[in-house]
């Protein structure tokens, strides 16, 4: 599935082998030296412990003690799932956490993080407790999350996170807009000693889909602090499951793929992007004076990835060149992306103040470009200009095969001052902590080459006939690149995008010696371009006596303002056919058309009320069990719009960047929604045990997501609302068992029971994917008492999403199985991994 499809529902209702050979060298580095067999150590030198971070500033080590719902999942507990994607093993252990895979589409290298079935973007993404920017990308296609953008977890590796902590509670207040949904901090090593290094390499059952994956991590001092780099190679290979269409396509016999019977060849993939990539995350703090740190951290990373557009039909006349592509022709879509990212700060005590400043930037750019593709309005121009010309002549002059199609940009530079203490209120202890921060964000778009975007070499506002053997003239040629139109100069100059945000917060918590809790928040924020937010939460948790037991409650306001991608992300697309050139523009803010005609004429922040409450109880012998009820109601949710053309109220005449267009669409604070479930932990810590140690777990998550208002039944129509209330799994349960043996030997076995969703597709009916059961298995032993190699399978009961019917016009792309799915459609991944322990 590509964008160019969700074009014609608007108008029709990269890493060289010498990574990888660096990679191995650091491995080999990191199994040379002793020997002896031990266990990795349970503390690490570190300049200043982390304690845990998101739900308290009272620097709280247990989250069992928490007033909201914190899950914490250690180093050891990830290296031990066999994922080496961020989003894949969240996926595995979190509860609330989902991330869709896409199978087909320029989205598909991105992993993005969604908690308690809400959008990607409602959720807040920290590293060491610092906001992470976010994804240039906005999702136009017809998927999970449509029209949101959210943080990329892909470009983390996994090798260089000591921890990751999951928030399951609304924390605007705390930590600013996105936290609606949830938190997630994925806190760094800070080793200062040894190296380790991990390799995993896998295939799926059906022999396709290799990756390999090489991760090293050192820890050096620096004086009496440290430095702590990990090093990332990726590659993983196309996985397809496509098949044959059941019927032949188009009129005319002498179309190639007709030759067999009547059934048409394999006419494209489906399944996981080609991809490769190369990243390295380093974190690093050295004392000041006696009482201070400076600290740093930051990384970079880098993707390329090999997508699937739809096959363009050899009989599709306007978007095919027959003197070019006589059997038709399969666009690909090359997507590059990079991520960078800094902050440094200084923290240390002032008298009975603990002060922390610290400045952060981060930057992330979507560019992406089309092969084995074609702009056929440049052919139809030359043969417009040149009547009767040969077909070697109009292949000729028919336009690049490939282009680069544009680029997307988000830019955060972030300055925060906290400030903590501890002191009493009357005779209860509490802990005061206040704060500020600047933020600057920035996005902007890329033009592509000419022919990416342009009708024909002149950029006609028109088209011209098709330059192809069965076109009579009625038929005209589409516009841009095949696959999906790139970005023009007029796109890029309408995108750039600059504000400022100011923030001020006080919190406030009181911990009684009786095992009673209570705090609160308040926070002030303004943003230049969508106004100013007051929010405030307040939290308690009460023990049940000596039983182990606690009631925990917390109900909070909080925000979320436009992401910028939101604003300023426009472009034009052009679809030929014999009623002529029909245009459609996803428009910027503020846009003449969507103020005009429709009354929406600029975004504000979202707001929403939010409220978690449950029982948690925690024994000494390593048993914690949780159950918390949640309700989070938004107003003026901000949604992408669908096709809205002139029985909508699109005037006729209607022109965007100097055009005609006859659809139009657009971000509006349209809806309000409301998502409730509830969560169930248990877990099970065997330690101290003469065999070994075990960790035993189970969870149930159940969500639904309800839109409670449509201001504009014509905004927000039936794919849309489908997309907001049935994309994302409504119900996910987990069970896991992992065993340590002092023998070396361990195995691990999970399963995951997802529920069934439902989304659109291409140009179907809705389509459900069932429920489903996704087994993991491995077993894993030491070898000279540094090296752990485990062998294992993902998806162990090689579960797809169900098949899509015979009469289902996607079968006719030879696509056997949706584009999108919460587990994919690689089915069961064989796999080993070592890992090379540090001394």
């Known amino acids: 599935m590509n964008a160019s499809a969700f074009f014609d529902s608007l108008v029709r209702p990269a890493v060289r082998p010498a990574s990888f050979l660096a990679a191995a060298v650091l491995a080999t580095l990191a199994s040379a030296g002793p020997t002896a067999a031990q266990e990795p150590p349970d503390t690490v030198v570190v300049v200043q412990e982390l304690e845990v971070v998101v739900g308290s500033r009272a620097g709280v080590a247990d989250p069992a003690t928490l007033s909201v719902p914190v899950d914490i999942y250690s180093a050891e507990e990830i290296a031990r799932l066999g994922e080496v994607d961020l989003a894949e093993v969240l996926g595995s252990i979190a509860p609330s956490f989902n991330s869709t895979r896409l199978s087909a589409g320029d989205g598909a290298a991105l992993h993005v993080a969604t908690l308690r079935g809400m959008n990607g973007d409602q959720v807040l993404v920290l590293v060491n407790g610092k906001r992470r920017h976010g994804v240039a990308f ?36 705390q930590y600013g807009s996105d936290a609606i949904a949830g938190v997630i901090n994925i806190v760094l090593k800070d080793d200062a000693s040894g190296v380790s290094a991990a390799t995993l390499l896998g295939r799926t059952s059906r022999g396709d889909g290799l990756r390999l994956f090489t991760s090293a991590n050192a820890g050096v001092p620096l004086g009496d602090g440290f430095f702590n780099l990990t090093m990332e190679v990726a590659r993983q290979e196309v996985t397809n499951r496509a098949g044959e269409a059941p019927t032949c396509f188009g009129p005319d016999p002498s179309y190639g793929p007709c030759a067999d019977g009547g059934k048409v060849i394999q006419l494209q993939r489906n399944g996981e992007p080609d991809y490769r990539g190369a990243a390295f995350m380093a974190n690093a703090a050295i004392p000041v004076g006696g009482s201070a740190e400076f600290y740093a951290f930051g990384g970079y990373s880098g993707r390329e990835a090999v997508s699937d557009g739809l096959y363009r039909k050899a009989d599709w006349v306007p978007r095919s060149v027959s003197y070019v592509y006589p059997d038709g022709f399969f666009p690909i879509e090359e997507s590059d992306l990079m991520d960078k990212s800094a902050v440094a700060g200084l ?20 560019a992406f470009g089309a092969a084995n593709s074609i702009n056929p309005s440049y052919a139809a121009e030359f043969l417009a200009r040149n009547p009767g010309a040969d077909g070697a002549s109009i292949a000729a002059n028919a336009g690049p095969r490939d282009t680069f199609s544009g680029g997307l940009n988000v830019r955060q530079w972030t300055l925060n001052a906290d400030a903590t203490r501890e002191l009493e209120v009357g005779s209860t202890p509490a802990f005061l902590a206040v704060g500020g921060a600047f933020r600057r964000d920035s996005y902007w778009m890329e033009a592509g080459d000419r022919a990416s975007w342009a009708c024909g070499p002149s950029d006609t506002p028109g088209s011209f006939p098709a330059a192809h053997h069965q076109n009579d003239g009625t038929a005209y040629a589409s516009c ?52 100013s937010s007051l929010t405030g939460k307040l939290a308690g948790r009460v023990e049940l006596g000596e039983t182990g037991a606690a009631l925990r409650a917390a109900v909070s306001t909080g925000f979320r303002a436009p992401r910028l991608p939101q604003r ?98 657009f971000w509006t604070n349209a809806i309000d929604t409301r998502t409730q479930g509830f969560d169930v932990t248990a877990s099970w810590r065997f330690r101290g045990m003469d065999w070994g140690a075990a960790d035993l777990s189970a969870s149930l998550h159940r969500n639904r997501t309800k839109i409670t208002a449509n201001r504009n039944a014509d905004f927000i129509g039936d794919t849309q609302r489908t997309l907001i209330e049935d994309s994302q799994p409504g119900r996910r349960i987990g069970v896991s068992a992992d065993l340590r043996f002092a023998q070396g030997l361990g195995a691990r076995f999970g399963l995951n029971h997802i529920g069934s969703v439902t989304t659109p597709f291409i140009f179907e009916e809705n389509v459900t994917i069932d429920a489903a059961a996704i087994a993991d298995l491995e077993v894993s032993f030491r070898v000279g008492g540094r090296i752990q190699v485990g062998v294992g399978a993902n998806n162990l009961f090689d579960r797809l999403p169900n098949r899509l019917p015979d009469d289902a016009v996607a079968q006719l792309w030879t696509m056997e199985y949706p584009s999108e799915s919460p587990y994919g459609v690689a089915g069961r991944i064989w796999y080993m991994r070592v890992n090379v322990i540090g001394n």
């Open 568 to 665: 300023g992300f426009n472009t034009i697309g052009f679809v030929g056919g014999s009623e002529g050139l029909v245009s459609a523009g996803f428009l910027p803010e503020g846009d003449p058309i969507a103020c005009s005609d429709f009354g929406a004429c600029a975004l504000s922040h979202e707001t929403s009320v939010s409220f978690t409450g449950g029982l948690v109880y925690s024994h000494d012998a390593g048993l914690l069990v949780t159950a918390d009820y949640y309700r989070v109601a938004v107003k003026d949710a901000i949604a992408l719009t669908q096709s809205l053309n002139p029985s909508h109220g699109l005037r006729p005449g209607a022109q965007f960047q100097g055009r005609p267009v006859d659809a139009v669409a």
């Open 138 to 173: 906005a999702k136009l296609l017809a998927a999970a999350g449509q029209g949101t953008t959210g943080t990329d977890l892909r470009a983390i590796p996994v090798h260089a996170i000591k921890r990751i902590e999951v928030l399951r509670e609304g924390a605007a207040s």
């Open 347 to 366: 923290r240390g005590d002032m008298g009975e103040w603990s002060g922390d400043l610290s400045l952060g930037f981060g930057h992330g750019r979507f």
């Open 480 to 531: 841009g690149i095949q696959g999906y139109p790139g970005y023009s100069p007029a796109s890029a100059r309408l995108s750039e995008q600059d504000r400022n945000s100011v923030g001020a917060y006080a919190d406030m918590e009181l911990r009684s010696p009786s095992g009673r809790t209570l705090g609160g928040a308040l926070r002030y924020e303004h943003y230049t371009d969508a106004g």
